[in-house]
T-cell receptor
Framework: QKEVEQNSGPLSVPEGAIASLNCTYS??????FFWYRQYSGKSPELIMF????GDKEDGRFTAQLNKASQYVSLLIRDSQPSDSATYLC??????????FGDGTTLTVKP | NAGVTQTPKFQVLKTGQSMTLQCAQD?????MYWYRQDPGMGLRLIYY???????DKGEVPNGYNVSRLNKREFSLRLESAAPSQTSVYFC???????????????FGQGTRLTVV
């Protein structure tokens, strides 16, 4: 079992819809959780982080964390074509190392 | 404020050649990382340095060495390049928050390495 698993994708949604990206992790000692966006040919860019169970909202983005289920998700409301990218889930343990999922590619169609 | 700067951006090596990838950050971060990313895959940690003077192996350290020269700089060396090391290499840095919770990482622009 991979340490961090994401939706296999690709995911396609129409403009204005909600895109839902999911991630599960295996290490119950994980403490911090991140979502990065990576455009094709570019480096990853941090867009959300969450440490506590529940929801965290930032603009059109909402991160959700459920430590009991070892599950973290990212919701993108009112999806725009500019949101088309690969989204990487990353999980940190107390030792400070980040483990990344393989990413989910999102396409938002106009 | 440049953030994380990697050099070079592109490199072609012949099998068996050596090279060093350079990385520097100006955000005063304690932690620095080297990742590789292969097509269609996520990032795999090669080595990381939690603070100046310390380095630790990540998921895929074989064939690589690192040096944390000072707080700003963290270099990655390929002693004898192999075609399997063809990849995109990213350097990143991050700061630790309270209770040793590591904050999100900032990435350099990447080095696209081809070994022929």
């Amino acid at each position: 079992q991979k340490e961090v698993e994401q939706n296999s994708g690709p995911l396609s949604v129409p403009e204005g819809a909600i895109a839902s990206l999911n991630c599960t992790y295996s290490d119950r000692g994980s403490q911090s959780f991140f979502w990065y966006r990576q455009y094709s040919g570019k480096s990853p860019e941090l867009i959300m982080f969450i440490y506590s169970n529940g929801d965290k909202e930032d603009g059109r983005f909402t991160a959700q964390l459920n430590k009991a289920s070892q599950y973290v998700s990212l919701l993108i409301r009112d999806s725009q074509p500019s949101d088309s990218a690969t989204y990487l889930c990353a999980v940190n343990t107390n030792a400070g190392k980040s483990t990344f999922g393989d990413g989910t590619t999102l396409t938002v169609k106009p | 404020n440049a953030g994380v700067t990697q050099t070079p951006k592109f490199q072609v090596l012949k099998t068996g050649q050596s090279m060093t990838l350079q990385c520097a950050q100006d955000m005063n971060h304690n932690s620095m990382y080297w990742y590789r990313q292969d097509p269609g895959m996520g990032l795999r940690l090669i080595y990381y340095s939690a603070s100046e003077g310390t380095t630790d192996k990540g998921e895929v350290p074989n064939g690589y060495n690192v040096s944390r020269l000072n707080k700003r700089e963290f270099s990655l060396r390929l002693e004898s390049a192999a075609p399997s090391q063809t990849s995109v290499y990213f350097c990143a840095s991050s700061e630790s928050g309270g209770s040793r919770i590591v904050l999100g990482a900032f990435f350099g622009q990447g080095t696209r390495l081809t070994v022929v």
